[in-house]
């Protein structure tokens, strides 16, 4: 059995694990899978992560381009993260004709096209299973073992920072800035949040996940992303009364007209699978024409979860490149067009803070029939200050652009004090 060469780029808690995994499952890789890797490169800026991982001063470098165009380097794991210096050494080994496997989201919800447009031309392996959802097999499945399905929706909690800290929020009524600080000092939280609260982090793998489950390019841009910032413990108590929980999901559907992407605090029946979902879990869910609904489960974070999806890769990319099978390939053929989320049809539960006097209700009706918007349920809740309540409505199925233009003329009524929360409503059918 030929030894595949390893080189790592990039020696933090996931190159660690790599190399932990290696050192501890190499022979049962060899016996069980067929191939026997090996780490013979590494580079980091961190010297003393190589000491510290076991490594010879021989194997280590902090130039990444040098392990990259090593004669004696077969595949190369890129573990920088990012789109700057990583996006030039994933291209350098590509036109080296090196197998990749990396765990980069934003490179590839970014610059994919052109990543796999290169990978092509070279006929070289690219693989990425830890840039969605840590160490949950979902692309691998996706993209081999569900290829007798049209898929028609892929939806997930695919941040496993926002979903702890939502679970707080949900089972003990903290507030947003309580439970960030929280989620910081634990080490889910970065001192920049942005990524994770934001909805950028989960915007890249559900623009991952749809491109691969519709098999056409869909990019970070192309993803509506909201995060959950504006969330309050009322408004999780709230959908809580009746009967749904908060989850920050990110959705795609395809719809007859092209694909439905968006990643937003979306509130779910309780009684729904993802529903279940809590703390820093991930879970990835999706329907096939033949399959039905498949939910995918675990750790979307973290060293452990993050390596194991990476050494999985490695042993596809090994495989091949040890067979000399030919690479599949981009498999992004369909080019449907994204729907702007102005045509998104779904339904709304929005909190208002306004005037306690005679005549609002009747001012808030006219609002919505002028839009033709019809509600499902309203609820009026005791003093939400002096002289104030908060009113809260569900709305039926809406278009989007509808429920904007009635959101932006409800903001113009003097007895309403506050647009609190507009949250849209997914029954999961
Ligand atoms: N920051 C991510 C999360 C993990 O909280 O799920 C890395 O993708």
Redesign the pocket.
Known sequence: MKTIRIGILGLGVVGGGVIEIINRHREKMKSHAGVDLEVVRAADLTTERFAQLGLSPQQCTTDAFEVVNDPNVDIVVELIGGVGVARDLVLAAINAGKPVVTAN?ALLATYGEEIFNAADAKGVDIRFEASVG?GIPVLEPLTHALTGNEITRVMGI?????NYMLTRMTDDGLSFDEVLKEAQDLG?AEADPT??VDGL?AAA?IAILASLAFNSRVTLDDVYAEGIRKLSATDIEYAEEIGYTVKLLGIANKLADGIDVRVHPTMIPCNHQLASVNG?Y?AVYLTGDFVGDVMFFGE??GAGAAASAVVGDLVEAARAYQSGNKVIGCTCTDNLPIRPLDTLRTRYCVRLIIEDKSGVIAQLGAVFANYGVSLKSLKQRGAAGAGQVEFIFMTHETLEADMQKVLADIAQIDAVHEVASVLRVENLD
Not at 158 to 162: A, I
């Open positions: 989201k840590g695919v941040n496993g920072t926002t889910y990524a994770d982090d793998k820093v991930n979307g974070a």
